[in-house]
Structure formats: structure tokens, C-alpha cells
């Protein structure tokens, strides 16, 4: 932010530091928690410097006098609702970031700016929290509507439909009670019910059909199911595969649908979570709860043992949705993803940029890609990071005007679940006196 004054008739531009701080505030739903916030020029803005793009507007937005507790913990204040939707933000991109290997909610390093206003007239289309007679911003519906970020920003969309829909609003649950999960606030403890703290559940994940017409079960009526009760089988299935359909220890016992197994053995929340990432990572525009299935599938086999392959078909089969021809069995895909760049080498001066692109071919699983070997001076940027086998990725390597001539071999790491592999990338750097 900048300033302009005058000093004897030259105009001089001030900086105004917006700067990271850790400030005290007190939710509603959270009670007394540290929220990350700007400050500049001794004034508290609801915006989080270390998390791009995220932020909390209210009526009137007016900064606050650094060093004040922000929010007053009562259920209508705007200011406090704000508290609890940057707490429940800034939890579960670090959540992502910790369990899940997600960068930030749009999975390059940004979130969204969020909104609460008494009772309508949000500038923003999401996340939104409008007043019905309390902000409903506990920590799981912070999450869940954060969680339709997620599901926007990775491929294939939000589709369209009411199944399409259905799967949207599971999506935000999972990642609602995911966030939930990761924070263990003792004001909201960890629980597969939605919306919980603002009354009455609005949705139950053990048994989606204790909130009426939310089916338990996948069948022909998903289509035709308004959208937050077709999350329904979704919701069932995850809760079968994270806790299993007996889990004891106190949490609640699971029905499993007409024709599906005896019983489900959970594999545990987290683990759970990573493998609905990554099979969102693997959506398409037309996804069904079919194709959710098959990409759960894939995305197991490349994360954990056939043990969790079949734990997470037994869940599907436990909420109705049946086995799929293009399904993979529970077996270990070979590890068969060849990687090669090209050009494999090139010539630059100091000062320039030069590319080259990693074409993968293979099973399609995951790589996580990494550089090695760079030279002070040097800057290679990735596009994208995270790759399925099969797709390509550019480097671009950036060179400093200081970087001194010499022949440079710089390694490509990419990390799979199966082990790591790497190819070698020339770069002769010369200088421009050089024939």
C-alpha cells in the first residue's frame, strides 16, 4: 500500500508495510483463537498475509486498532463470525498442506475471500456465511463451503446435475469434517456430523437418512435427489471406510446397504482423506458416483496396499454403488512410468531463460516432480509440480546476469509411489563474448 505526501513541493511515496501477525481473537463457535491477520500503520485488516487471496469482509469493513482482541464471541457479530471463518480457513489449508499434500484451497498456493453479512448482500459468490439468526460459521461448514473450492479447482469442475451436485456437497462435507479432525478444538470436538454446534445436524455421515430424505444408500433415485441429500451414499461411504461399519471405542455403528458386505473394517480419517484427494485429483466434468468410485480405486493402489484397496471397495459396495468393469483389481500396479526430456540439454547466457518439457508415459499414477543440482543463481519454476503419469510438465530454467559459464548437469526427481526415478538435464551456460 502506498502513501503520498509533500516535502517543500517534491511528492514523496510512502510504504505502508502490510505486515503478518498473529492476533487474538474470539470466535463463537472456537472460542479464544490466534488468527493470522495484516497490520499497517498500527490497524488490523481481516486479511491473511501468508495465505494469498484469503480474507473476511463485513458491513462497513473498517480496520481494527492493533492489539484488540477481534470479535466479541457473541453469535451476531459480523466481526466475530469473521474470526471463526479465517480460523476454520487458515486450519484447513493447513490441513491440505499437512495431511492431504494440497497447496492452499485452489492447489497453487491461493484460498478465497470469504464474506459475512447481516442478513444478505455478500459482494463475493462463495464462501459466503449470511446471518439466519446466528453466522453458521463453525469449523466443519467453514471447511465444508472452502471444500467447494477444493472441488472447483481440481479437474473436471463442479459438473452439473444433482448427482454431479450431490458429490460437490459430500466433497465440502469430508473436508468439513477433515478440518474439524486436524484442528481438535475443544469447543468443537471431531465428529462425522455437519453443521452440529449451529443445532441440529445437517447432515449425519454414519447414517445420512437420520436427517429426512437423505438416502443411505446409492440407487436410481440419486439423480432426481435434491443436491446436500444426494451427498448422502458419498458421505455413507466415507465414514465406512475412515471408521469402518462397527467401529466401538464409543463411535457410532454404520448400516451397511442391502447387497454390500457383512461388515467394514476403516482404515483410519486420515488415510481415508488422502485417498479422496487424490481421487479428485482424477475427476471429470461428467463425474458420477460410479466414476468417483473407479477413481478411489486408482487412487488407493497408488497410495497404500491392496489391504486399503480393498477396504475402500468394500465401502462403495457397502453404500450401494456397485463394482465397475473399469475398476482396477487390488493388486500392486507395475511400475512402469518412463520419463524422458526434451531437449535433454541446451546452451544459454546469463540473463536468459531456457525450457524444456517432461513427457511421462505409463499407468497413471501420481508423480511429485523436484530439481536438484542447481547452480547459484538459477531458478528452475515447474508447471505443474504434481503430474499424473502420462500427462507432460514444462521447466523453465531462469538464469541470474551473475550465474558463471560452465557445463551444468541438473537432476529431475520424479517421486512416485512405487520409488523414485530422475533424468539429467544439460545446461552449458556461456558467456556473450562466447562464438
Same mark, same amino acid.
Given at each position: 500500500?502506498?502513501?503520498?505526501?509533500?516535502?517543500?513541493?517534491?511528492?514523496?511515496?510512502?510504504?505502508?508495510?502490510?505486515?503478518?501477525?498473529?492476533?487474538?481473537?474470539? +470466535?463463537? *463457535?472456537? +472460542?479464544?483463537?490466534?488468527?493470522?491477520?495484516?497490520?499497517?500503520?498500527?490497524?488490523?485488516?481481516?486479511?491473511?498475509?501468508?495465505?494469498?487471496?484469503?480474507?473476511?469482509?463485513?458491513?462497513?469493513?473498517?480496520?481494527?486498532?492493533?492489539?484488540?482482541?477481534? +470479535?466479541?464471541?457473541?453469535?451476531?457479530?459480523?466481526?466475530?463470525?469473521?474470526?471463526?471463518?479465517? *480460523?476454520?480457513?487458515?486450519?484447513?489449508?493447513?490441513?491440505?498442506?499437512?495431511?492431504?499434500?494440497?497447496?492452499?484451497?485452489?492447489?497453487?498456493?491461493?484460498?478465497?475471500?470469504?464474506?459475512?453479512?447481516?442478513?444478505?448482500?455478500?459482494?463475493?459468490?462463495?464462501?459466503?456465511?449470511?446471518?439466519?439468526?446466528?453466522?453458521?460459521?463453525?469449523?466443519?461448514?467453514?471447511?465444508?463451503?472452502?471444500?467447494?473450492?477444493?472441488?472447483?479447482?481440481?479437474?473436471?469442475?463442479?459438473?452439473?446435475?444433482?448427482?454431479?451436485?450431490?458429490?460437490?456437497?459430500?466433497?465440502?462435507?469430508?473436508?468439513?469434517?477433515?478440518?474439524?479432525?486436524?484442528?481438535?478444538?475443544?469447543?468443537?470436538?471431531?465428529?462425522?456430523?455437519?453443521?452440529?454446534?449451529?443445532?441440529?445436524?445437517?447432515?449425519?455421515?454414519?447414517?445420512?437418512?437420520?436427517?429426512?430424505?437423505?438416502?443411505?444408500?446409492?440407487?436410481?433415485?440419486?439423480?432426481?435427489?435434491?443436491?446436500?441429500?444426494?451427498?448422502?451414499?458419498?458421505?455413507?461411504?466415507?465414514?465406512?471406510?475412515?471408521?469402518?461399519?462397527?467401529?466401538?471405542?464409543?463411535?457410532?455403528?454404520?448400516?451397511?446397504?442391502?447387497?454390500?458386505?457383512?461388515?467394514?473394517?476403516?482404515?483410519?480419517?486420515?488415510?481415508?482423506?488422502?485417498?479422496?484427494?487424490?481421487?479428485?485429483?482424477?475427476?471429470?466434468?461428467?463425474?458420477? *458416483?460410479?466414476?468417483?468410485?473407479?477413481?478411489?480405486?486408482?487412487?488407493?493402489?497408488?497410495?497404500?496396499?491392496?489391504?486399503?484397496?480393498?477396504?475402500?471397495?468394500?465401502?462403495?459396495?457397502?453404500?450401494?454403488?456397485?463394482?465397475?468393469?473399469?475398476?482396477?483389481?487390488?493388486?500392486?500396479?507395475?511400475?512402469?512410468?518412463?520419463?524422458?526430456?526434451?531437449?535433454?540439454?541446451?546452451?544459454?547466457?546469463?540473463?536468459?531463460?531456457?525450457?524444456?518439457?517432461?513427457?511421462?508415459?505409463?499407468?497413471?499414477?501420481?508423480?511429485?516432480?523436484?530439481?536438484?543440482?542447481?547452480?547459484?543463481?538459477?531458478?528452475?519454476?515447474?508447471?505443474?509440480?504434481?503430474?499424473?503419469?502420462?500427462?507432460?510438465?514444462?521447466?523453465?530454467?531462469?538464469?541470474?546476469?551473475?550465474?558463471?559459464?560452465?557445463?551444468?548437469?541438473?537432476?529431475?526427481?520424479?517421486?512416485?509411489?512405487?520409488?523414485?526415478?530422475?533424468?539429467?538435464?544439460?545446461?552449458?551456460?556461456?558467456?556473450?563474448?562466447?562464438?
Amino acid at each position: 500500500m502506498k502513501a503520498r505526501t509533500t516535502l517543500g513541493g517534491v511528492a514523496l511515496a510512502l510504504v505502508l508495510t502490510m505486515l503478518p501477525v498473529a492476533a487474538d481473537g474470539h +470466535g463463537h *463457535y472456537n +472460542g479464544r483463537v490466534k488468527i493470522d491477520v495484516s497490520e499497517s500503520n498500527g490497524m488490523y485488516t481481516l486479511t491473511d498475509p501468508t495465505r494469498p487471496g484469503l480474507s473476511c469482509s463485513r458491513p462497513g469493513s473498517a480496520p481494527l486498532p492493533a492489539g484488540v482482541v477481534i +470479535g466479541n464471541g457473541q453469535p451476531g457479530d459480523p466481526t466475530t463470525a469473521c474470526v471463526d471463518v479465517l *480460523y476454520g480457513a487458515q486450519r484447513m489449508s493447513d490441513m491440505l498442506r499437512d495431511w492431504l499434500g494440497r497447496n492452499g484451497i485452489n492447489g497453487t498456493g491461493r484460498s478465497f475471500p470469504a464474506c459475512v453479512a447481516s442478513p444478505v448482500g455478500c459482494p463475493v459468490p462463495f464462501p459466503s456465511f449470511p446471518d439466519r439468526q446466528r453466522f453458521l460459521t463453525s469449523l466443519d461448514l467453514v471447511g465444508h463451503q472452502y471444500g467447494h473450492g477444493v472441488y472447483a479447482t481440481t479437474p473436471g469442475g463442479t459438473g452439473s446435475g444433482n448427482e454431479s451436485g450431490g458429490l460437490l456437497e459430500g466433497a465440502g462435507d469430508i473436508l468439513g469434517t477433515l478440518t474439524e479432525a486436524y484442528t481438535a478444538n475443544p469447543n468443537d470436538p471431531p465428529d462425522y456430523e455437519i453443521g452440529e454446534e449451529t443445532g441440529p445436524p445437517l447432515r449425519i455421515m454414519y447414517q445420512p437418512s437420520r436427517v429426512s430424505g437423505h438416502p443411505d444408500c446409492y440407487g436410481p433415485q440419486i439423480p432426481a435427489t435434491e443436491p446436500t441429500a444426494a451427498a448422502g451414499p458419498l458421505n455413507h461411504w466415507f465414514y465406512l471406510l475412515a471408521e469402518g461399519s462397527n467401529p466401538g471405542g464409543g463411535k457410532p455403528a454404520s448400516p451397511v446397504c442391502p447387497g454390500g458386505p457383512a461388515t467394514v473394517t476403516g482404515i483410519g480419517l486420515e488415510k481415508a482423506g488422502k485417498i479422496f484427494m487424490s481421487a479428485l485429483n482424477r475427476k471429470t466434468s461428467n463425474w458420477r *458416483y460410479t466414476g468417483a468410485r473407479v477413481a478411489t480405486v486408482q487412487a488407493v493402489l497408488q497410495l497404500y496396499s491392496p489391504a486399503e484397496c480393498a477396504a475402500v471397495k468394500s465401502a462403495w459396495s457397502a453404500a450401494a454403488v456397485p463394482a465397475q468393469p473399469a475398476e482396477p483389481a487390488c493388486l500392486t500396479l507395475p511400475d512402469d512410468c518412463t520419463i524422458a526430456l526434451n531437449p535433454p540439454s541446451a546452451i544459454a547466457r546469463p540473463g536468459t531463460s531456457v525450457t524444456t518439457t517432461l513427457a511421462t508415459q505409463g499407468n497413471g499414477q501420481i508423480l511429485q516432480l523436484s530439481v536438484s543440482g542447481l547452480p547459484p543463481g538459477i531458478i528452475v519454476t515447474i508447471t505443474p509440480s504434481t503430474i499424473v503419469c502420462g500427462q507432460p510438465a514444462q521447466l523453465t530454467l531462469t538464469l541470474a546476469a551473475s550465474v558463471a559459464p560452465g557445463t551444468y548437469p541438473i537432476t529431475l526427481t520424479v517421486s512416485t509411489a512405487s520409488g523414485d526415478r530422475s533424468a539429467t538435464f544439460i545446461l552449458t551456460v556461456i558467456t556473450e563474448s562466447a562464438s
